[in-house]
């Protein structure tokens, strides 16, 4: 166990340095994926590790405007960058690699562009280092092809935080339920897999029935707000279609 981890620990650090270090050259960077779990989970971090979720790339979005700072940056750190992925998507994506750790790092630019489109304007200044929950939560639902792992870090974000408005130390279900609001397909993925993650409770067997039912009220109540939230022209003729049509993006690698 030990060594998982100080692994996890070796990564933490190296994540908060280059945070760290961008904002003192005026970047403005934030982490996404499994570090937001291991950054703002401190009362049930054990619950994660007991999911023995591994971390494998350093994932973090920034805005388009600061993309030019990116390359310059990196390379200050250590990492070199992709020169393919810089060519030709490096408005909407960077990446770079440390030969010296093994490990590697995916930047977004304003949106994360997967399934589904998560904007990300204004957004980033809500939280430090992190991303918001409420964006990490749509990081995660948006994912047609649901993995465990996702699931494992959607189970202990919940645990640890209650729903609500706001931002601080929230998840912001209010802003949740008006992203999802004017666009169907998005709704539809986010739902499917909320009502997935919750069918997951009974079979995970670390999870006593204190957690089952505290994770599964607050998913509940993520789902009140959206259903409630008024829904656009657009999304309802969307509706009418429904999954009969392809309402996702096909993710495609960016290794070509």
Partial sequence: MASHNSAQGDFVDEALKIVSAATQQGIVLRLMGA?????????????????????TDLDFVTYRNQGDKLKLFFTELGYTPDEHIL?????????????????GVDIFLDKLEMCHTIPFNGRLELDSPTITL?????????????????????????????????????????????????????????????????????????????????????????????????KTLGWKMRARVGP????????EELVR
């Fill in 134 to 230: 409420a964006d990490f939560i749509l990081e995660k639902m948006q994912i047609v092809q649901l993995n465990e792992k996702d699931v494992k870090d959607t189970i202990v974000i919940f645990r640890e935080h209650e729903v609500g408005e706001s931002d601080k130390e929230t998840v912001n279900a209010s802003y949740i339920a008006k992203i999802l609001s004017d666009d169907w397909g998005f709704y539809y993925t986010v739902t499917s897999n909320l009502s997935k993650t919750k069918n997951t409770l009974p079979s995970v067997s670390i999870l006593d029935d204190e957690t089952r039912v505290d994770v599964s009220s607050k998913i509940d109540n993520v789902v009140k707000y959206i259903e409630k939230e008024p």
């Fill in 35 to 55: 570090l937001v779990v291991r950054l703002h989970c401190q009362k049930f971090l054990d619950l994660h590790d007991q999911m023995k979720r591994e971390l």
């Fill in 87 to 103: 060519t030709y998507f490096g408005d909407k994506r960077q990446k770079y690699y440390n030969v010296t750790n093994g490990r």
């Fill in 244 to 251: 009969k049509k392809k309402w996702y993006r096909d993710v």
